[in-house]
Nanobody, 115 residues
Framework: QVQLVESGGGLVQPGGSLRLSCAVSGGILRIDTMGWYRQAPGKQRELVAQITSGGTTNYAEDAKGRFTISRDSTKNTLYLQMNSLKPDDTAVYYC?????????WGQGTQVTVSS
């Protein structure tokens, strides 16, 4: 059973940075597509960034140039480096993994951008 555990969220001032981590139990396979979604209060969950099995990355328009997704299979961990954070980035951030026909989600980590 795949389990995802996020960490690294917290309170940060506008313009600051955070790095989110997602630890994957059982390891990351080459076939896995992984990514980060976020959900702000009263809004739908939205894709922030994705990294495919081939290493291709995709970002939401608002995340381009500020966020970087990466994965380290040796550490079984997915990362999201977030720079130049804005109040609109405040949300619960979820890690996900797609393997074969199954999707797996973490429990989420809160990111709050506020002065």
């Amino acid at each position: 059973q795949v389990q995802l555990v996020e960490s690294g969220g917290g309170l940060v001032q506008p313009g600051g940075s955070l790095r989110l981590s997602c630890a994957v139990s059982g390891g990351i396979l080459r076939i896995d597509t992984m990514g980060w979604y976020r959900q702000a209060p009263g809004k739908q969950r939205e894709l922030v960034a994705q990294i495919t099995s081939g290493g291709t990355t995709n970002y939401a328009e608002d995340a381009k140039g500020r966020f970087t997704i990466s994965r380290d299979s040796t550490k079984n961990t997915l990362y999201l480096q977030m720079n130049s954070l804005k109040p609109d980035d405040t949300a619960v951030y979820y890690c996900y993994l797609h393997r074969w026909s199954s999707n797996y989600w973490g429990q989420g980590t809160q990111v709050t951008v506020s002065s």
